[in-house]
């Protein structure tokens, strides 16, 4: 008996799933199932791409407007408060040397650091960080699917279950939500 793939989204009424399914076969009319791992891949994936690389775009497009418009703080080569290190804030001997005994014309000129790469502005560094989020949410959203689309075809496949087009969205949704957690602790801080 050769199953057909059903046509990508195939979403249908979950409530033909979950209500009144006392003494009714597995296969409900009216709903879509997958049989295949490679269909379960494509559908998790569409799901994942459509839902996960909108969220890296944004995270994206703030680090790259962070980083060509930084704040006024950075601008200026003033350090803010906050960005001294632990170290400065506790040691007992001062890092930087009193500049009490200079008054007047005798104060020694600002060292000036040369810039690390010169030919590059802001604007092209914050493109390649854009093109960096753009690029990792597409490898994440190929190598998320394929992960969780093959162990959950697998999971059903040796309970002898029947794969609704609603679980490929479901991983969808999971690793969206996964994504987020992992990138809030670690990205924000850099941006």
């Given at each position: 008996m050769a199953r057909d793939t059903p046509k990508w989204p195939s979403l249908y009424n979950p409530g033909l799933e979950i209500l009144n399914i006392e003494d009714r076969p597995p296969n409900q009319p009216g709903g879509s199932y997958l049989y295949h791992g490679g269909d379960v891949f494509r559908f998790t994936f569409y799901w994942t791409l459509i839902l996960y690389t909108p969220v890296f775009l944004l995270c994206g497009a703030y680090a790259f407007w962070n980083y060509t418009f930084p704040p006024t703080s950075a601008r200026s080569g003033v350090r803010h408060p906050k960005e001294e290190s632990l170290y400065e804030m506790t040691s007992p001997i001062p890092l930087y040397p009193s500049t009490s005994r200079y008054t007047g014309s005798n104060l020694p000129p600002p060292s000036k650091l040369p810039k690390i790469n010169?030919?590059?502005?802001?604007?092209?560094?914050?493109?390649?960080?854009?093109?960096?989020?753009?690029?990792?949410?597409?490898?994440?959203?190929?190598?998320?699917?394929?992960?969780?689309?093959?162990?959950?075809?697998?999971?059903?496949?040796?309970?002898?279950?029947?794969?609704?087009?609603?679980?490929?969205?479901?991983?969808?949704?999971?690793?969206?939500?996964?994504?987020?957690?992992?990138?809030?602790?670690?990205?924000?801080?850099?941006?």
């Open positions: 010169e030919r590059r502005s802001r604007v092209a560094f914050a493109t390649i960080i854009f093109v960096l989020f753009v690029a990792l949410s597409v490898a994440g959203s190929v190598l998320g699917s394929a992960v969780l689309g093959f162990i959950m075809f697998g999971l059903f496949k040796a309970a002898h279950f029947h794969m609704s087009t609603w679980i490929p969205f479901l991983l969808a949704v999971l690793q969206v939500l996964v994504g987020l957690l992992s990138v809030w602790p670690s990205i924000i801080e850099i941006i």
